[in-house]
């Protein structure tokens, strides 16, 4: 009897994640009107989204916001990035700046939309301190170059804990507190899960559904597929373990973000 609970429960929770996925579906441009409306009161669909996704390093675009790509790029959005680094620590930054090429050509970013920094005051380093404000005049002008109306990042803790993805999220939050974003340009940050949440993959999205969140990207079996075939194509990467990654990080299913909020606060820059 024990046997037939257990299966029922189980059966229960996939097809709870089943009916969520689809909800998703129905409700993501609903989510994106209510966060760009926190800035605006005009009405968007999805060709009006102009995003940016601002990474550290190659491969970051994959293994952190592939879900959020995959939902944009099908919602006709324009969708750029940002890394600010040619990902260069072991020496391999111009294999890895064509692998990070290959992978947004995956996701549906155009070359065209990609730009790859290369700045000596911004190495691929766990060790190096970034410029605070070297990032954020970098961002600030890349937002204006190409009209953004969306910037999507990391948060306070850099999704793995990365310096480099904390001192992207500085940045912007420097530019949201001394109010040099446009006027219509929201500011969201990527949130960081504990060890667990992070590594039951798309068991996770019951929790990440009920837990607050500004906005919540969720991708299926095909998009799925598609995040992994842009990982595969980071492979000066591919060490074991980032294959135990993408069979079992939630990252690959879902994003969830939190607002940036724009207003006066204190923060000091290097």
């Known amino acids: 009897m024990s046997i037939y609970l257990i299966f029922f429960i189980v059966l229960s929770y996939l097809f709870w994640i089943k009916c969520i996925y689809y909800r998703h579906r129905r409700t993501l441009m ?3 009107k209510h966060v760009m409306n926190v800035l605006s009161s005009g009405e968007t669909d999805g060709s009006d989204i102009r995003a940016v996704i601002v990474t550290a390093h190659p491969d970051d675009e994959c293994m952190f916001f592939a ?3 995959v939902r944009l790029v099908e919602l006709n959005a324009s969708v750029h990035l940002l890394c600010l680094s040619e990902g260069n620590y072991y020496n391999q930054g111009t294999q890895r700046k064509q692998e990070l090429l290959n992978s947004c050509a995956v996701l549906g970013i155009p070359a065209s939309r990609v730009t790859i920094v290369d700045h000596k005051k911004l190495p691929d380093d766990p060790k190096a301190e970034w410029s605070i404000s070297l990032i954020s005049a970098l961002i600030v002008k890349h937002i204006r170059a190409h ?3 969306m910037v999507l990042t990391f948060d306070g803790r850099g999704v ?4 480099n993805h904390v001192a992207i999220h500085k940045a912007v939050s420097h530019l949201a507190s001394t109010g040099q974003v446009p006027n219509d340009c929201c500011l969201l940050s990527l949130v960081t899960v504990g060890l667990l949440r992070k590594y039951i993959s798309f068991l996770e999205l019951p929790l990440s559904w009920l837990l607050f969140s500004s906005l919540c990207c969720i991708i299926g079996s095909q998009g799925y597929r598609q995040a992994k075939a842009a990982m595969l194509c980071h492979r000066t990467q591919l060490l074991w373990f980032r294959y135990l990654y993408i069979t079992f990080s939630r ?4 994003n969830t973000f939190q607002i940036i909020p724009q207003g006066p606060k204190n923060l000091k820059i290097y």
């Open 251 to 254: 990252y690959m299913f879902i």
């Open 67 to 69: 879900p959020t790509i």
């Open 30 to 32: 609903k989510s994106l």
């Open 160 to 163: 793995s804990g990365h310096a």
């Open 147 to 149: 009209s953004l109306n």
